[in-house]
């Protein structure tokens, strides 16, 4: 049940995406009176499940029909519109265009008024930048749903009181429990929760960082970025372990725990902090230990039984508004909207940066691409509409930049070319368009087969 949720959740989603970003290319193309000849969501390879077109004064609509219509195709001047059997994405055929259709024989009659390859060079670059543009609207769309709807809740870096907690990563890098992470290169980290996505994604050769009431500025060796890269949760969020309710099957149901006792210490050593006490309880796996509680203004010592997996039967308090200053804001429609337009900024920025490092052999990025079990994975086991949206509104994002690489079967390599021309007054040839589209389209498959080859990897 839960591969199906997460099946529908992608479908989903990705039509969305997909029926923007095409939209983009025919609305362009039908402000620019360019012939659209199709527009489908999802791939119809010789079988429709369901198309329309208007022609004769009417709409007419079949489901499962065949490709092969030579009623329909004696209106070329009027789009069909349809949906695939293919659930993978969707397009946007569009009269005298070299595109992943490779309808080269259309490019050997003579050029229409009502075709792309007639069109200037200016209109040309809109039809073909339209997709991305619309992709990076819906993003500011959503967010500003999003921001408009749930308002906005995290912890900034300044108000982590406790510092981190760290892993055996960054422990190697240096960092320490109770570190206050300052910055990155000297540029401030707003969010705690994005410590080790803008340090890996900034490549940064040092941190600034509070230990023990002194200012230090800690090097970080590039070598350890691959690692960093694939070791999550570098920077945990240190905070007090405080009981929240002791379960009538824990070890310790009768020890005098009780809710609210806040931990300061494990057989006299000195510690409060939730990771370093689990951290020590992990060395006296089925031992027993003495625990310093204080409960109100009484400190009491409790003797604990530690159980085979190091741990004391204990449910903690992770409030974290208990702990922490923790930020929120709402958003009325008037404010969500350029809220949602920062946030579709900063995250396209930041994608930018991740790309950077994929096409960076030295940080084996490239390993981490994925394909659609990837995207898969990231989506809930349940339904959450909060992380639907989120979700979408990243992935659309995702989907605009990668459009933008300058591959010639994607819009990028397109949008390339044009410039090209507007700034020489050459244009490409056919002949040459062809060619570059072989070429993309060899370099997609193979970007495909790395990231399919990624994801059945990680299987195993």
Not at 45 to 73: T, V
Not at 86 to 103: H, Q, R, T, V
Not at 173 to 194: H, K, T, W
Not at 391 to 416: F, K, T, W, Y
Request: glycine share 8%; aromatic share 12%; proline share 5%.
């Amino acid at each position: 049940m839960v591969v199906l949720l997460k099946i529908i959740q992608v479908i989903l989603a990705l039509s969305l995406l997909v029926l923007f970003h095409e939209f983009g290319h025919y609305s362009f193309a039908k402000l620019f009176k360019t012939r659209v000849e199709k527009f489908y969501l999802f791939f119809n390879p010789r079988i429709s499940l369901l198309k329309f077109k208007r022609f004769g004064g009417k709409w007419h609509c079949k489901a499962f029909s065949s490709n092969d219509d030579p009623a329909w195709d004696a209106h070329p001047e009027h789009t069909e519109y349809g949906i695939g059997w293919l659930p993978f994405g969707g397009y946007c055929k569009i009269a005298g265009m070299i595109d992943e259709s490779m309808d080269t024989e259309a490019m050997k009659l003579p050029p229409q008024p009502y075709e792309f390859r007639t069109k200037k060079a200016w209109q040309r670059f809109f039809i073909m930048f339209g997709g991305v543009l619309f992709n990076f609207i819906l993003a500011i769309i959503l967010y500003a749903a999003i921001l408009g709807t749930w308002g906005e809740e995290f912890l900034r870096n300044e108000d982590a009181v406790y510092g981190v907690a760290v892993n055996d990563l960054s422990a190697e890098i240096g960092f320490r429990d109770g570190d206050r992470i300052l910055a990155f290169d000297g540029v401030p980290v707003e969010n705690f929760s994005n410590l080790q996505v803008d340090l890996v994604r900034s490549q940064a050769r040092e941190a600034t960082v509070l230990r023990n009431g002194d200012t230090l500025t800690l090097p970080i060796d590039p070598a350890y970025l691959p690692a960093m890269l694939n070791t999550p949760g570098m920077f945990d969020l240190a905070f007090p372990f405080v009981v929240k309710e002791i379960p009538a099957e824990s070890p310790n149901a009768a020890a005098g725990l009780a809710a609210g006792d806040a931990f300061e210490g494990i057989d006299g050593k000195p510690m409060f902090i939730v990771q370093q006490i689990q951290k020590e309880l992990q060395q006296h796996r089925s031992e027993s230990v003495t625990a310093s509680v204080r409960r109100g203004d009484t400190r009491l010592e409790i003797p604990l039984q530690v159980d085979t997996a190091g741990h004391v039967g204990v449910l903690l308090d992770t409030e974290l508004s208990k702990f922490f200053n923790v930020t929120t804001r709402e958003y009325s429609l008037l404010t969500a909207l350029p809220a949602g337009a920062r946030k579709t900024w900063t995250t396209i920025k930041g994608y930018v940066q991740e790309l950077g490092l994929i096409f960076s052999p030295k940080t084996q990025a490239y390993k981490s691409v994925g394909s659609f079990i990837a995207i898969g994975r990231i989506f809930p086991d349940t339904w959450d509409w909060y992380r639907f949206w989120s979700l979408c509104a990243l992935l659309s994002i995702m989907l605009g930049v990668m459009n933008l690489l300058p591959i010639p079967a994607l819009d990028g390599g397109h949008i390339l070319f044009l410039i090209f021309e507007m700034l020489t007054g050459r244009k490409p040839s056919d002949k040459f368009m062809v060619v570059a589209e072989w070429i993309g389209m060899v370099l997609l498959l193979m970007l495909m087969v790395l990231a399919f080859g990624n994801d059945i990897r990680s299987l195993f």
